[in-house]
């Protein structure tokens, strides 16, 4: 089975309805904009506007630093 499968029959077997992994997870252009691409544009401007926030965000940083070399200059390239 593959991950999406797995992930779908999660999320229709045991989750809260109300819980933000029952709602939608994926899709295309086409299942996106099945109710119109006006329409795509307001839910993705409700989304932005009710749910995107700073305080919210994460960054993950992946680079390869030799063992006993010290993550300055990459805190600096962070910043």
Known sequence: MDNVRAELILAESITDKKHPCAAFGWGNKKSLTEKGEDS????????????????????????????????????????
């Open 40 to 79: 795509l544009w307001q839910d993705l401007k409700t989304f932005f506007d009710t749910q995107y926030s700073a305080e919210r965000m994460y960054i993950v940083v992946q680079t390869m630093v030799p063992n006993g070399k010290d993550l300055s200059e990459v805190k600096q390239w962070v910043k």
